[in-house]
């Protein structure tokens, strides 16, 4: 039995290097995954596109997006939640994108029930996000919420963001394209989005 | 942000990250299995109809959790430049040949005691922009899952003795020097195939379950 440091833990993790600009060796189209959600998966459709920028306001392109979601009751599709709440087995919940010459990439999915967060209190509809470029160190975590949403009011995690921040983590409706939406990530810059330390 | 890696000044965010405590979306993530992978996924010397050219080697190694557990059935993804030190991808522009028998893309899963093997060949290093004779020490990209959202690890995998180390701020980005000791592979007699392929031992540390989440449960 090894001792554990002071850090308690037994072993140290390995240090995070950025993902560079060539992952797309290896995740590409062949093992990307656009349906985060298939088209017989319970729930309320959405297309989500999601947009990337620098410190400048300029798109960021070869960056992975990743997202991973709970289905439309609320329960993810993963052993440690212990919910009494079915699998949709349409519904995968994981999916990742490469930004294209806009910055941009697009997912389809479904919006998310909600599902329990510290102490109880019912977590808004949101997506767990993660996003890696080059000139990014380690990953970023971040969330998209849904603007307008009624739950968002009583979340407990966007309660830990500052009021004046929150809209930085919101999708907003396409005008005129029911079920779409639109996410902007700042990675700096005036309008940086809110990033989480998981 | 690291100022000596440029671009990191335009990308790294500059507000403090707001601690999430640890729920449900954190402590779970995707799930992968033997349907992701196919047959030679795992040897990058099979991809094509030749054998590509370059110093084969095998890296391997165990995936484990900072609690000192295996980590089973996870997905370990890779990606490398040719032994010439050009990667298969439209926007690498460094003059060197591309090798039409080597794609530098593996995937492979943990087995149920968190081993995992690679075959390649010894990537070569390569030239970039980032300061006038930057050079990039020869390496092999990482990326696992572990178990949830909150242990994923990207990580580049390094040569010991690479005389580039010192200079490369993307190594160097890692600010602790055991940390940066811990992303160079060791060469292991061992793990040689004679006759055959040099081998490289890389133990990867994922992060543990930090906390339990609340279930909502009465």
Same mark, same amino acid.
């Given at each position: 039995m090894r001792a554990k440091s002071k850090t308690g833990r037994v072993l140290e993790p390995t240090p995070w290097c950025t993902v560079g600009p060539y992952f797309s060796v290896t995740v590409n189209d062949s093992n990307? #995954?656009?349906?985060?959600?298939?088209? /017989?998966? &319970?729930g309320e459709r959405v297309k989500l596109i999601c947009a990337v920028f620098d410190r400048d306001g300029k798109p960021v392109t070869d960056t992975l997006v990743e997202i991973w979601q709970a289905n439309a /009751?609320? &329960?993810?599709?993963?052993?440690? /939640?212990?919910?009494e709440k079915s699998i /949709?087995?349409?519904?995968?919940?994981f999916g990742r994108q490469i930004t294209d010459e806009n910055g941009a990439c697009e997912f389809e999915t479904i919006m998310p029930g909600r599902v329990p967060g510290p102490r109880g209190a019912l977590q808004a509809p949101h997506l767990e996000v993660g996003v890696f470029t080059?000139? #990014?160190?380690k990953l970023l975590a971040t969330r998209i919420y849904f603007s307008g949403d009624a739950a968002n009011a009583e979340c407990p995690v966007l309660a830990l963001v500052p009021k004046t921040r929150r809209a930085t983590l919101m999708a907003l409706p396409v005008a005129g394209q029911p079920g779409t939406w639109r996410h902007e990530i700042h990675l700096?810059?005036?309008k940086e989005t809110v990033f989480f330390d998981v | 942000m690291y100022p000596p890696y440029r671009l990191t000044l335009t990308r790294a965010p500059r507000k403090p990250l707001i601690v999430l405590p640890h729920t449900l979306s954190e402590v779970t993530g995707p799930v992968f299995g033997h349907g992701d992978i196919r047959e030679?996924?795992?040897?990058?010397?099979? =991809? @094509?109809?030749g054998e590509p050219i370059g110093e084969r080697i095998t890296v391997s190694g165990k995936v484990l959790d900072d609690n000192g557990r295996p980590v089973p059935n996870t997905l370990i993804e890779v990606w490398q430049c040719n032994s010439a030190g050009r990667?298969? @991808?439209?926007?690498? =522009?460094?003059h060197a040949p591309l090798d !039409? %028998?080597?794609?530098g893309g593996g995937r492979t899963l943990t087995d149920a005691q968190g081993n995992y093997r690679f075959v390649t060949i010894k990537p070569g290093p390569y030239p970039w922009e %980032? @300061? !006038? %004779?930057a050079w990039r020490p020869a390496h092999i990209h990482f990326s696992l899952y572990g178990t949830a959202f909150a242990t994923r690890l990207v990580t580049q995998m390094y040569f010991p003795g690479d005389p580039l180390l010192p200079f490369c701020p993307i190594f160097n980005s890692i600010p602790d020097p055991k940390g940066r000791e811990r992303v160079i592979s060791k060469f292991e007699l061992n793990r040689t195939e004679p006759g055959w392929s040099l081998g490289f031992r890389f133990d990867i540390v994922v992060r543990g379950r930090e906390a339990t989440p609340f279930e909502g449960k009465k």
């Open positions: 990307s #995954v656009r349906a985060i959600a298939a088209p /017989d998966a &319970k /009751d609320g &329960k993810y599709n993963h052993p440690a /939640d212990r919910q /949709d087995s349409p519904f995968r919940g080059r000139g #990014v160190l700096s810059g005036p | 030679a996924d795992n040897d990058l010397t099979r =991809q @094509h109809e990667y298969r @991808h439209r926007i690498d =522009q460094h !039409p %028998n080597f794609s %980032n @300061h !006038p %004779n």
